[in-house]
């Protein structure tokens, strides 16, 4: 069996310690997300399979209902105590194909690497989607999300349309001709107007690409982005890395179409669920300032050193299960994510390195992505061109820590708005109301929405508890 360099030297290092991840023990009707950081007691958890038994809970269960699926926002959008929590995991079939008109439909249940797995077979590919596959395709619109795709933006913009259940029961299309403001309010809208459930969405092809990396200063990198990158359309993905601690330096990292030979020939990246190797890895870098080195000098030369070249559905393919720790009991890994205009790239990024060190946050990596601007959602992240700095930390449980994280959270987002910035909101809920209401100045068009889908507040998880004040907006 042959094995790169990469994989032998972490091997080696493994062998010195095991990683193999404990499921947590969750008690019976509680909702938790990958964090292990916000356990919620709920009232019941259904798992429907149609249409008719969606309308139902909703029309006959008298009390809040949350809507989930792969569980993956980080602060209780998903939940809220004594819910009943509408689990659609099962809802997940394809509902129609278009090889013609490279569209296809499908329940909100199903998750990207089901959905990837059945166009590849038409050499078809998904437009955008995060990094990672295993999110179901309704929990990645309800939050918006965007991934590493160059020239592409939130992901509504493949979306062509969606069926929903709203508060009465009643199953209606949205598009953007038809039902506007319910369009404009789902996407993006945390499960908030009503329950998703058919998408239709807009395919590309599928295409060979070779992967390009280069290092340099952070502080060449905008100029870098804006005149190799930006507008390249010859570029699929783009991301990168800043290193930590010292976060001068980023490797940046492209997939571009090419005519060269494979170097990996699986149209898909195989789904065996081993990763002890890839979770080791985390496991050195989070655990030092050595780890880090270790990363930045040995491991990451070794892994970009091999040329590659594998189809786009391979690349877009990634389970997230290789990140999983060993344990959450003590610390757990966490995302945040800030959105910065383009040209204040260079002012924002000395504020967010000050505010992580002077709080020594245990920073494994920030990944920088780019999109476009958002066409119309309420709660739209993207109120132009942005850069995304997505911020992968350690950190402990204690409320301590958790007290700590929320200072230097809002310390991050004043210094987003001091750049006419963001933040992305299915992380942890740690924003005053204040800083919401300036990040997100649409959010009082998007309640009133709610409240006209929604009048007896019905839908709810963590985030409406935190910030949708029901009676201001009668």
């Given at each position: 069996m042959k094995i790169s360099p990469l994989k032998f030297c972490i091997l080696f290092l493994f062998l010195l310690s095991a990683c193999h991840p404990n499921k947590p023990n969750t008690p019976l009707n509680v909702v938790n997300d990958v964090t292990q950081l916000n356990p919620i007691k709920v009232s019941k958890i259904i798992t429907p399979t149609s249409?008719?038994?969606?309308?139902?809970?909703?029309?006959?269960?008298?009390?809040?209902?949350?809507?989930?699926?792969g569980r993956f926002s980080q602060g209780g959008q998903?939940?809220?105590?004594?819910?009943?929590?509408?689990?659609?995991?099962?809802?997940?079939?394809?509902?129609?194909?278009?090889?013609?008109?490279?569209e296809i439909t499908v329940q909100p249940g199903i998750r990207w690497r089901e959905l990837i797995q059945y166009?590849?077979?038409?050499?078809?590919?998904?437009?955008?989607?995060?990094?990672?596959?295993?999110?179901?395709?309704?929990?990645?619109?309800?939050?918006?999300?965007?991934?590493?795709?160059?020239?592409?933006?939130?992901?509504?913009?493949?979306?062509?349309?969606?069926?929903?259940?709203?508060?009465?029961?009643?199953?209606?299309?949205?598009?953007?001709?038809?039902?506007?403001?319910?369009?404009?309010?789902?996407?993006?809208?945390?499960?908030?107007?009503?329950?998703?459930?058919?998408?239709?969405?807009?395919?590309?092809?599928?295409?060979?690409v070779e992967r390009k990396d280069s290092v340099m200063k952070l502080s060449g990198y905008s100029k870098f982005f804006v005149s190799k990158i930006r507008n390249q359309s010859h570029v699929v993905f783009h991301n990168a890395d800043i290193y930590p601690n010292d976060f001068s330096e980023v490797r940046a990292v492209s997939y571009v179409k090419t005519n060269k030979a494979l170097t990996?020939?699986?149209?898909?990246?195989?789904?065996?669920?081993?990763?002890?190797?890839?979770?080791?890895?985390?496991?050195?870098?989070?655990?030092?300032?050595?780890?880090?080195?270790?990363?930045?000098?040995?491991?990451?030369?070794?892994?970009y050193h091999t040329e590659i070249v594998e189809w786009r559905n391979y690349e877009a393919t990634y389970d997230v299960a290789e990140l999983e720790p060993k344990s959450r009991k003590n610390s757990t890994y966490v995302l945040q994510e800030y959105f910065i205009p383009v040209e204040h790239f260079d002012a924002f990024t000395p504020k967010m390195i000050k505010i992580l060190?002077?709080?020594?946050?245990?920073?494994?990596?920030?990944?920088?992505?780019?999109?476009?601007?958002?066409?119309?959602?309420?709660?739209?992240?993207?109120?132009?061109?942005?850069?995304?700095?997505?911020?992968y930390y350690k950190q402990d449980v204690s409320t301590a820590a958790k007290a700590a994280v929320k200072k230097w959270t809002r310390d991050l987002?004043?210094?987003?708005?001091?750049?006419?910035?963001?933040?992305?909101?299915?992380?942890?809920?740690?924003?005053?109301?204040?800083?919401?209401?300036?990040?997100?100045?649409?959010?009082?068009?998007?309640?009133?929405?709610?409240?006209?889908?929604?009048p007896e507040y019905k839908f709810r998880n963590k985030l409406f508890d935190a910030y949708y004040h029901q009676d201001k907006q009668k």
């Open positions: 249409n008719t038994e969606i309308a139902l809970a909703i029309k006959t269960h008298q009390g809040p209902i949350s809507i989930g699926g998903t939940a809220t105590e004594n819910a009943l929590q509408i689990d659609m995991r099962k809802f997940n079939r394809v509902i129609s194909f278009s090889k013609a008109d490279k166009i590849d077979k038409y050499n078809l590919s998904v437009r955008v989607m995060q990094t990672y596959a295993n999110f179901t395709v309704g929990g990645s619109l309800s939050v918006n999300v965007h991934g590493r795709y160059v020239g592409q933006g939130p992901i509504i913009s493949s979306v062509k349309s969606f069926k929903i259940i709203l508060a009465d029961g009643a199953l209606i299309n949205a598009s953007r001709n038809e039902n506007m403001d319910i369009f404009y309010a789902t996407i993006g809208g945390y499960g908030g107007v009503g329950v998703i459930t058919e998408v239709t969405l807009l395919l590309t092809d599928n295409e060979k990996i020939t699986e149209r898909i990246k195989p789904n065996t669920g081993n990763y002890a190797v890839n979770r080791f890895a985390v496991k050195v870098a989070s655990g030092s300032d050595f780890g880090k080195w270790i990363r930045k000098k040995i491991f990451d030369p070794i892994h060190k002077n709080n020594k946050v245990n920073v494994l990596n920030i990944s920088i992505r780019h999109a476009n601007k958002d066409e119309g959602s309420y709660l739209a992240w993207a109120k132009t061109e942005v850069f995304a700095f997505v911020i987002i004043n210094a987003a708005l001091a750049e006419q910035g963001s933040y992305y909101l299915p992380y942890q809920i740690n924003a005053t109301t204040e800083q919401f209401n300036k990040v997100y100045p649409n959010a009082s068009q998007f309640f009133k929405i709610k409240q006209k889908y929604d």
